[in-house]
């Protein structure tokens, strides 16, 4: 379409234009010769990086696609890669300096980001959400356990560590007589959470649902875990949505518009339904 | 002319300019590096990072002094290859080797920068963007040794820049990459491992290396391994869920007592809260290590902050110096009751992390002698010198996560990797800080294995109440504390110093000036502006009796607080490396 054509131009005009005429403070210092100084101007299109390895990265792609049909307009992706393959990993391993070329060079937006409020830095801008996942607990199942409050206190809950269900436990168990509280070990990815109830050394484990699917369907040495209650944990849910510089205002307000038709017409909810994995339109 | 005429002749001018170079290459006359070369380096060469193995960053050359440094000029420039780097130009007999960003390596004539050869290693995937910068080479018998973005220690044959040997000693895919470069002490090569604020499970190490193969000798871990000492202080997190430690700037080296000190950084994530350390002291981090010249075993430590929780690293050169010691009360901020003053001591000295406080301790024991800030801060209350630890600030320990907290300085620093340095001919540090504080938070960000770990989120402001001066240039008397003199300016000096024996500091500043000062008086003796501010390492040297100082311009220059001091841009890139000489 013309109008989405001429919009776009001015929205990457802009983004060309301004690369540094407004500053951030926490900006990579990436060399001027590593990125592209001129952005070509795209017609109809969006491209979108994608981190494959992620859990969410075909549901990902699939929602960059109902935005496509939406804005009338072509989708192209870029695969990102990094150098470890983590099974189960649930978002994207790359620096920020990465990050930053990535988005100057290469794409508009970047897919399967996890939502999270003033924890990113001001030269990335967000859209809306246009997924949600919950975490689960997770324990061996030989065990007796049935629930989060069945672990005896001071004995050990894993966790992935600082996810949003891991802040629920730290916070929950702040709140606690310190003789009260269970011993918190964090885990470097789900899949070491994962490992860690099965060979007994943490009793319940807390973990990204989409991953722990991910984990015991596309692995046997995952299979002998069961999901339990989460109480007297509150629930916790991890909201996906897509990053930008924050020059690119106009494109994230163009995707989020496109986003709020997708989720209100039930698209997003029927791409949940097609990928087979847990999650809900937000 | 004759075309044919041209192209003989053109090649005969070629081929003698070529028989020129060759005949004058200096390689012809390089000499192997010794081990008493290492111990007491010739004035004419520096051969390793700052210069001598106890760090003193100190040239023996007076050629250019007060009297003559009025005159000095331009002598050569060179490009440098692309990406950050913090480079240290090493000469020996006038070849100079440039280590450069992801381990581009050249070899020049250092009289004007020709050529001599070249070395690139293929570059990998890195996630960290820090893993491109490398501080700097070694030199031994007819070796260049590099340690390098893919967590490889690499021997170049001098003469030609082929490798000799290479070794794996980290994995690169999580993070591990080296960054301080290595040292050849006693015989062996030596390199601390960074890249653990990546995660990367257990943590990083010091590893010492066979010369001839690079076969690993020894490894000592900067985080405690399970039964061993210091396991107890990270709250019963498994071995596997710690992380941090990186050993990320190149140790000293004392013959004498056959120790090597090294420094080590903030355990990883950076908040109590987030690692789930609860009051433990997470050992080793942010601590001196003493370790035993032949084994590596920690032979003494001390703990500069126990416990970190602000990403103030320590793991900065600790410089090495015999002195008599006697604290002025008036001048220092902590000392130890115990000292007998004018007791004549090995100590080590210098800024070891990012607070900008200079602490001495007795090089032999670690024993606390006296610590002094040099810029504003307010992390530490005080030192407990029976614990051997600092003091923390009760107010801003285990922050919960999102609390924002006011602390200074700001997480580059006071001082970051930028060096100080010593001069024997006035027994004072010359130590570059900055006054800088942040609003900081800890973030709820699940990090993953291979990963940044995201820790906080920080916003830099200048001190509160303050007359937003950034930069301090001070000179500190090592025997008493007392200050000399200071510089106190606008623009942070985020450069590193070089002393010599013509009583004169060499240092850069956000400004991009390059200066030279008197040691004894702190007067600007001679400046002039780089193309960009300068993260290398200043150095001096000498070929054919004409004394030159040279240092790389571009490079890793994000220290700069272009928030609070947004009078002083500069475009991005412009590695050159400047060669002054005497008209």
Known sequence: MRWIQVLLVVASATASGIVNAQFFEDEPDVSREFLDQVRQLEGDLIRFCVYDASVTAPFDRAVARAIGDVLLVDVEFVSITSAIQIEGLDFVPISADEFYIHLQNDCQAFLGMALSADVYPDWLTFTRPYGAAPFVAVAHQDSDIEAVHDVERGERIGTAMLSEIDIRLISYNGSLPEGRRWQRTPYSHNGRVLERVLDGSVDIGLLWHPAYEYLVRSNDAFDGAKIVSLDPLPGAVRRMGMALRSNDSFVRSLLDDAIEVIVNEGVVQELYQQSDFPGVAP | ?583
Request: contains cysteine.
């Open chain 2, 1 to 583: 002319m004759k075309n044919w005429l041209r192209l003989v002749l053109a090649g005969v001018m070629g081929c003698t300019l070529a028989s020129l170079a060759l005949a004058q290459s200096p390689l012809e006359n390089y000499g192997p590096v010794t081990d008493a070369d290492l111990e007491a380096p010739p004035a004419d060469d520096w051969l390793m990072w700052r210069a001598t193995q106890n760090h003193w960053a100190f040239s023996a050359l007076d050629q250019i002094n007060r009297d003559t440094v009025g005159d000095l000029n331009l002598a050569w420039a060179w490009t440098l290859g692309s990406g950050n780097h913090e480079i240290t130009p090493l000469v020996r007999d006038g070849v100079m080797f440039l280590v450069q960003a992801n381990d581009f390596v050249q070899a020049v004539d250092a009289r004007n920068g020709t050529l001599l050869w070249e070395y690139e290693r293929e570059v990998v995937d890195h996630a960290a963007g820090l893993s491109a910068v490398n501080r700097n080479g070694a030199l031994y018998e007819d070796k260049l040794i590099i340690a390098t973005h893919d967590a490889f220690l690499v021997a170049l044959d001098v003469q030609t820049g082929q490798v000799e040997w290479e070794q794996a000693v980290g994995d690169w895919t999580v993070g591990h990459h080296y960054s301080g470069g290595p040292q050849v002490f006693n015989g062996q090569v030596v390199a601390g491992m960074s890249g653990c604020y990546y995660i990367n499970e257990g943590g990083c190490w010091v590893s010492a290396h066979d010369v001839e193969s690079g076969e690993e000798l020894w490894r000592t871990y900067t985080i405690p391994r399970p039964g061993g000492h210091g396991d107890e202080t990270w709250g019963g997190v498994p071995l596997e869920s710690r992380y941090g430690g990186s050993a990320w700037i190149a140790p000293s080296y004392d013959p004498e007592l056959n120790l090597i000190f090294q420094g080590v950084a903030v355990p990883i994530p950076w908040g109590s809260a987030q690692r789930g350390t609860g009051e433990g002291s997470v050992l080793y981090t942010n601590s001196t290590l003493a370790l035993d010249g032949d084994t590596g075993e920690i032979v003494w430590y001390f703990q500069h902050i126990p416990n970190e929780e602000w990403d103030l690293d320590h793991p900065f050169e600790r410089l090495i110096v015999d002195t008599a010691v006697a604290p002025s009360e008036d001048a220092v901020s902590w000392m130890n009751p115990d000292i007998e003053p004018g007791d004549s001591r090995k100590v080590i000295t210098g800024i070891p992390g990012k607070t900008g406080i200079i602490w001495t301790l007795d090089a032999a024991t670690g024993d606390f002698l006296w610590a002094k800030e040099t810029n504003y801060q307010n992390v530490l209350v005080g030192v407990d010198h029976e614990e051997r630890t600092g003091i923390p600030n009760p107010d801003l320990q285990y922050p919960e996560i999102g609390e924002e907290v006011f602390v200074c300085p700001h997480l580059l620093g006071g001082l970051n990797w930028q060096s100080v340095a010593y001069s024997p001919g006035t027994n004072a540090l010359y130590t570059p800080t900055n006054n800088t504080c942040m609003e900081y938070a800890l973030n709820p960000v699940q990090p993953t294995i291979g990963a940044h770990h995201g820790s906080a989120r920080s916003t830099r402001v200048h001190v509160p109440d303050s007359d937003e001066l950034v930069g301090l240039l001070t000179a500190t008397d090592v025997e008493t504390g007392e200050t000399l003199w200071q510089v106190r300016q606008r623009a942070g000096f985020h450069g590193s110093v070089l002393t010599t024996a013509g009583d004169l500091v060499f240092v850069t500043d956000d400004s991009r000036q390059f200066r030279a000062f008197d040691a004894e008086t702190g007067d600007v003796l001679w400046g002039t502006y780089l193309n960009s501010t300068a993260a290398g390492y200043p150095v001096s040297f000498a070929v054919d009796g004409e004394q030159y100082v040279a240092i790389g311009a571009g490079g890793s220059t994000s220290s700069s607080p272009r928030s609070i001091t947004p009078e002083f841009q500069q475009n991005s890139g412009g590695n050159v490396l400047f060669v002054f000489k005497l008209k």
